[in-house]
């Protein structure tokens, strides 16, 4: 039998732009281009997800995507460092100072002396007879100030029990829940209708949780003279995003994974779960990424690297003065005139479900994902540079979607979602690939996104933040433009590009194919291929009969009736994510288990034993 297209049944994401799920961030980055109705839905839902006592459209407006760090995650031109001092002393003139007793080191640091100032030891007054370099606390201002943060006055962490969830797990849980509920089909209902082993779940993040409740604190924890607590090593851990979703979104017993590929993670963790139900091995498979990156020593880390858009820089190329403020706004400007990327956080998922149960279950389709890409670079003489490989993934994605819709389809009904991470290498070395490619496979005037300039770069999600953009243009036929530049930068291959500052008005017939495009660190490649609802008829029409789907296309309307219902509700803030905390526990005395299945307790079927893996002796 042919393999079984993966395809997207259901969204759901938060990002710079807003929520995911009904196009919410997608229609933020268009907004220009929406009619009257559409967007005021669009800024209502968004003032709603603020938090807004009274809507205030051009708050909602200042309040997303990319701008300066809010006070809410620190605050910038103030930030907690350390300062190193050398403070003077000798035997003939030691330096002096008084401390509580709770505060006295033990043992004492050499050179010190301790004399007690009353009877009960609550006052010591220490003197030191040798210079000794000391550590203060202080503060500073943050050479980079812009990041692509969550709405202002939206906290994931408010609308479940979220007591010690790093900020990256809490936007897990909803994320997830997102795109579980926005399929309109229970998700019980779903996999009653499969093998519990039958469901997958690929998700993770690149940096870890690295706030104060995960690695961050732990890692801090005996230089800040702080303990650590008993949940900031497990909560740290980079596969957290699947095991969340698992334990309490799906209550999943299926596979599960953690892929990591620097910048290209989430098309990573999307390749494992194409090629699951590709393969029949599993009938619905939820893929996502999530990543809370804005904190203080992270972006000191991309800083050290050269990689982010200071504000010195920025001021360089707006020709301000160093006593002028940079346009945030602006920060992120791929394929212009640019001096570095911007950082971002972003969860995002998608389900991926097998074509044969989709048409069983009357699923909505958004699209479908035939085949991604992965390849490294070969020798490097730097870890963090481009390479070949990245016009491998390009060039196998464009042949694949040849090969299934024809040379007149990837010519005139596709587009690019490059990474477009706004350094000045990336818009030259990336232009370069889309350039070659297309004139390999004769395309002119080749439409490319890059929403890195809306969203900033969420690292591991961010291949994530393209797929949902690339799902409003098949729903809407609108690529949006790159509108934080003022033209294409004159080192840019762009003779078969089309690169506008300007939503690019494709229209729906014309907006059939993505092409998903990541680069990371590392020589981590990846190019996803993914078709719009429009072209599936074909497919679906070869393989099922008139009569499945025409039950089919009854059966959507009931799954579409109820995701309105939860897309109304999530227009109003009303997420109500799914949160299952020490509920609907596995009796493991009731697992029941055969030579030929496991039944396990709370799951409609049984899991299957005896499958040969293919091999025969």
């Known amino acids: 039998?042919?393999?079984?297209?993966?395809?997207?049944?259901?969204?759901?994401?938060?990002?710079?732009?807003?929520?995911?799920?009904?196009?919410?961030?997608?229609?933020?980055?268009?907004?220009?281009?929406?009619?009257?109705?559409?967007?005021?839905?669009?800024?209502?839902?968004?003032?709603?997800?603020?938090?807004?006592?009274?809507?205030?459209?051009?708050?909602?407006?200042?309040?997303?995507?990319?701008?300066?760090?809010?006070?809410?995650?620190?605050?910038?031109?103030?930030?907690?460092?350390?300062?190193?001092?050398?403070?003077?002393?000798?035997?003939?003139?030691?330096?002096?100072?008084?401390?509580?007793?709770?505060?006295?080191?033990?043992?004492?640091?050499?050179?010190?002396?301790?004399?007690?100032?009353?009877?009960?030891?609550?006052?010591?007054?220490?003197?030191?007879?040798?210079?000794?370099?000391?550590?203060?606390?202080?503060?500073s201002k943050m050479p980079v100030q812009a990041a692509g943060q969550l709405p202002t006055g939206f906290n994931p962490g408010a609308h479940y029990r979220s007591q010690?969830?790093?900020r990256g797990l809490q936007m897990s849980i909803l994320a997830a829940s997102d795109a579980v509920k926005s399929m309109g089909i229970d998700w019980k209902e779903a996999t009653s209708k499969i093998s519990p082993d039958a469901v997958a779940v690929y998700s993770s993040s690149v940096m870890s949780q690295l706030d104060s409740t995960g690695f961050g604190g732990m890692m801090q924890a005996r230089q800040l003279a702080s303990r650590v607590t008993s949940k900031q090593l497990a909560m740290g851990l980079n596969t957290m995003p699947a095991d969340f979703v698992n334990a309490y979104v799906l209550g999943s017993v299926g596979a599960t994974g953690g892929v990591t590929g620097a910048c290209a993670t989430f098309l990573y963790n999307l390749r494992a779960g194409v090629e699951d139900i590709r393969s029949g091995r599993r009938k619905i498979v939820l893929v996502g990424s999530s990543e809370a990156p804005?904190?203080?020593?992270?972006?000191?880390?991309?800083?050290?690297?050269?990689?982010?858009?200071?504000?010195?820089?920025?001021?360089?190329?707006?020709?301000?003065?160093?006593?002028?403020?940079?346009?945030?706004?602006?920060?992120?400007?791929?394929?212009?005139?640019?001096?570095?990327?911007t950082l971002a956080e972003s969860a995002q998922y998608v389900v991926l479900m097998a074509d044969d149960l989709a048409v069983e279950l009357g699923a909505q389709v958004y699209g479908a994902v035939p085949g991604v890409y992965v390849n490294?670079?070969?020798?490097?003489?730097?870890?963090?540079?481009?390479?070949?490989?990245?016009?491998?993934?390009?060039?196998?994605?464009?042949?694949?979607?040849?090969?299934?819709?024809?040379?007149?389809?990837?010519?005139?009904?596709?587009?690019?979602?490059?990474?477009?991470?706004?350094?000045?290498?990336?818009?030259?070395?990336?232009?370069?690939?889309?350039?070659?490619?297309?004139?390999?496979?004769?395309?002119?005037?080749?439409?490319?996104?890059?929403?890195?300039?809306?969203?900033?770069?969420?690292?591991?999600?961010?291949?994530?933040?393209?797929?949902?953009?690339?799902l409003g243009t098949f729903a809407h036929g609108i690529v949006p433009g790159i509108k934080t530049i003022d033209s294409v930068a004159s080192d840019v291959y762009a003779d078969r590009l089309n690169l506008s500052n300007t939503d690019i008005e494709l229209g729906v017939d014309s907006s059939q194919i993505a092409f998903l495009n990541s680069k990371g660190f590392g020589g981590n490649n990846a190019t996803a291929t993914v078709l719009s609802p429009s072209v599936l008829n074909g497919f679906l029409s070869k393989r099922y009969s008139a009569a499945e789907l025409s039950a089919f296309r009854d059966r959507q309307q009931a799954s579409e009736a109820q995701s309105k219902i939860y897309l109304g509700e999530a227009d109003k803030a009303e997420l109500n994510p799914i949160y299952a905390f020490g509920t609907d526990l596995i009796d493991e005395s009731e697992i029941k288990l055969t030579p030929d299945s496991i039944s396990l307790p709370g799951y409609a079927q049984?899991?299957?034993?005896?499958?040969s893996e293919g091999y025969s002796f």
């Open 1 to 139: 039998m042919a393999n079984f297209l993966p395809l997207i049944v259901g969204f759901g994401g938060f990002n710079a732009a807003g929520r995911s799920s009904g196009f919410q961030s997608y229609r933020r980055m268009i907004l220009e281009s929406l009619s009257g109705d559409l967007r005021q839905q669009t800024l209502s839902s968004l003032s709603h997800l603020m938090g807004q006592a009274s809507y205030d459209e051009q708050a909602v407006i200042n309040g997303t995507l990319v701008r300066q760090v809010g006070h809410d995650f620190f605050n910038v031109n103030n930030t907690p460092a350390g300062k190193r001092i050398n403070l003077e002393a000798s035997p003939r003139d030691p330096a002096k100072f008084v401390i509580a007793g709770k505060d006295l080191p033990y043992p004492l640091p050499e050179h010190w002396t301790a004399d007690p100032l009353d009877d009960g030891g609550k006052r010591y007054q220490i003197s030191i007879d040798s210079t000794q370099t000391l550590t203060l606390s202080c503060t």
């Open 164 to 166: 010690h969830h790093p």
């Open 294 to 341: 804005i904190i203080p020593e992270v972006m000191d880390g991309y800083s050290a690297m050269s990689a982010l858009a200071t504000d010195a820089d920025l001021l360089k190329l707006e020709g301000l003065h160093s006593t002028d403020t940079p346009n945030y706004r602006r920060a992120s400007r791929p394929f212009g005139e640019n001096c570095g990327f």
């Open 376 to 470: 490294a670079d070969g020798h490097k003489k730097s870890i963090s540079a481009p390479g070949a490989g990245n016009y491998v993934t390009m060039a196998k994605a464009v042949s694949l979607a040849r090969t299934l819709l024809g040379e007149q389809a990837v010519r005139e009904r596709s587009f690019v979602h490059a990474h477009g991470s706004s350094t000045p290498h990336n818009r030259v070395t990336e232009s370069r690939i889309f350039d070659e490619v297309a004139r390999a496979f004769g395309i002119s005037n080749w439409p490319v996104a890059a929403v890195k300039s809306y969203l900033g770069h969420s690292l591991g999600p961010a291949s994530g933040d393209q797929l949902i953009a690339s």
């Open 606 to 611: 049984p899991i299957t034993l005896g499958d």
